[in-house]
T-cell receptor, first 114, second 114 residues
Framework: NAGVMQNPRHLVRRRGQEARLRCSPMKGHSHVYWYRQLPEEGLKFMVYLQKENIIDESGMPKERFSAEFPKEGPSILRIQQVVRGDSAAYFC????????????FGPGTRLTVT | DQQVKQNSPSLSVQEGRISILNCDYTNSMFDYFLWYKKYPAEGPTFLISISSIKDKNEDGRFTVFLNKSAKHLSLHIVPSQPGDSAVYFCAASPPGGSQGNLIFGKGTKLSVKP
């Protein structure tokens, strides 16, 4: 009964480095969503993907951030040239159908930029 | 501009009593609402949901009430248990659901005292 898996759980990067966050959805789920949570804030939507397609990236910063969900393998959220403001918890969720219905979250990756 | 608001950052109740967590929203077109529970250093866990065509949904100790005219929903936990101590997030699905994203409130931290 594997849930949504994310790795790494903790990631420390220096300013200017790249961060790669991975997410494996629940078995049978083909929809993946990425959210970011800043301290004392709620989760903010970033991007919604299906296999090989970006469906909605309206929450993604215009620069340095990208996401993919290839035919094989996990979904990747990539942050280039990280800055201190990127420090946050990044959560991945998956679901079986389109829309904002029940989404199941992974444990998150806590990114710290030093 | 917050579309989903949880105005109480924290709530403390005695074990065995009722916990009532509140959530207000601004967009009358939201068509689905969800509650998530989150423990520290973990991802949000789906708790209960309600469609906008209903005004109540019950699952064990958890009941969600929706008042569309007031754009308000609430989560009732009866009886409250110490293990319910967590941060509770209210989330809403944009109309049509095709966008895939959930819009979250900032959360309410519930403490259930033995």
């Amino acid at each position: 009964n594997a849930g949504v898996m994310q790795n790494p759980r903790h990631l420390v990067r220096r300013r200017g480095q790249e961060a790669r966050l991975r997410c494996s959805p629940m078995k049978g789920h083909s929809h993946v969503y990425w959210y970011r949570q800043l301290p004392e804030e709620g989760l903010k939507f970033m991007v919604y993907l299906q296999k090989e397609n970006i469906i909605d990236e309206s929450g993604m910063p215009k620069e340095r951030f990208s996401a993919e969900f290839p035919k094989e393998g996990p979904s990747i959220l990539r942050i280039q040239q990280v800055v201190r403001g990127d420090s946050a918890a990044y959560f991945c969720a998956s679901s079986t159908r389109t829309g904002g219905y029940e989404q199941y979250f992974g444990p998150g990756t806590r990114l710290t930029v030093t | 501009d917050q579309q989903v608001k949880q105005n109480s950052p924290s709530l403390s109740v005695q074990e065995g009593r009722i916990s009532i967590l509140n959530c207000d929203y601004t967009n009358s077109m939201f068509d689905y609402f969800l509650w998530y529970k989150k423990y520290p250093a973990e991802g949000p866990t789906f708790l209960i949901s309600i469609s906008s065509i209903k005004d109540k949904n019950e699952d064990g100790r958890f009941t969600v009430f929706l008042n569309k005219s007031a754009k308000h929903l609430s989560l009732h936990i009866v009886p409250s248990q110490p293990g319910d101590s967590a941060v509770y997030f209210c989330a809403a699905s944009p109309p049509g659901g095709s966008q895939g994203n959930l819009i979250f409130g900032k959360g309410t931290k519930l403490s259930v005292k033995p």
